[in-house]
């Protein structure tokens, strides 16, 4: 089956660095998003990788490995604005849009 | 520039009764357009897609049903309400192409009494 799998939950504090695992298994491979949704609204786009590598974009960071069906969004100078949930989604070889549950990242002072 | 909208924002309806929550994406032509329900602390899943004006896709079999009567319009509709149809719904657009990013309405959190 299809599947992709993000911690829960993870906690880091104001100024860090936080890094947020995603490993999929989907059929075939079409690109991968990460989006941030804050509590009660709706999801917001951050990144999107199809090659293997590294995309940065301000704090925002995000690397690919095809081979290794993984990824990661990587938080720089984390700020308590950044507490939100984190979902991680690929596409499969169908088009389809496979969704993690998403993690929940909370910033402590 | 693109914009989807959703609504309404709330609403609290009893078991039994109908539903309909409507979504309207202005600034593109033919967009792919979803309904997805996030429950509590969970992921998205995804309920319906179309590709075209009268094409719908249902992907989880519920009392739930979609429409498209107009290329930009996508409808979520329900006869009878089950106290497990709350939730937060979402609607979301994309270009037709296969890939690219989805853009997000600003959801509709349905409580059932």
């Known amino acids: 089956g299809q599947n992709i799998d993000q911690p829960t939950e993870m906690t880091a504090t104001e100024g860090a660095i936080v890094q947020i695992n995603c490993t999929y298994q989907?059929?075939?491979?079409?690109?991968l998003f990460w989006y941030q949704q804050h509590a009660g609204e709706a999801p917001t786009f951050l990144s999107y990788?199809?090659l293997d590598g590294l995309e940065e974009k301000g704090r925002f960071s995000s690397f690919l490995s095809r081979s290794k069906g993984y990824s990661y969004l990587l938080l720089k100078e984390l700020q308590m604005k950044d507490s939100a949930s984190y979902l991680c989604?690929?596409?499969?070889?169908?088009?389809?849009?496979?969704w993690g549950a998403g993690t929940k990242l909370i910033i402590k002072p | 520039s693109q914009t989807i909208h959703q609504w309404p924002a709330t609403l609290v309806q009893p078991v039994g009764s109908p539903l309909s929550l409507e979504c309207t994406v202005e600034g593109t032509s033919n967009p792919n357009l979803y309904w997805y329900r996030q429950a509590a602390g969970r992921g998205l899943q995804l309920l319906f897609y179309s590709v075209g004006i009268g094409q719908i896709s249902s992907e989880v079999p519920q009392n739930l049903s979609a429409s498209r009567p107009q290329d930009r319009q996508f409808i979520l509709s329900s006869k009878k309400l089950l106290l497990s149809d709350s939730g937060f719904y979402l609607c979301?657009?994309?270009?037709?192409?296969?890939?690219?990013?989805?853009?997000f309405g600003e959801g509709s959190r349905l409580t059932v009494l």
């Open positions: 989604a690929a596409w499969d070889s169908n088009y389809q849009l496979i």
């Open positions: 989907t059929s075939g491979f079409n690109g």
């Open positions: 979301a657009w994309k270009t037709g192409d296969h890939t690219g990013e989805l853009f």
């Open positions: 990788n199809v």
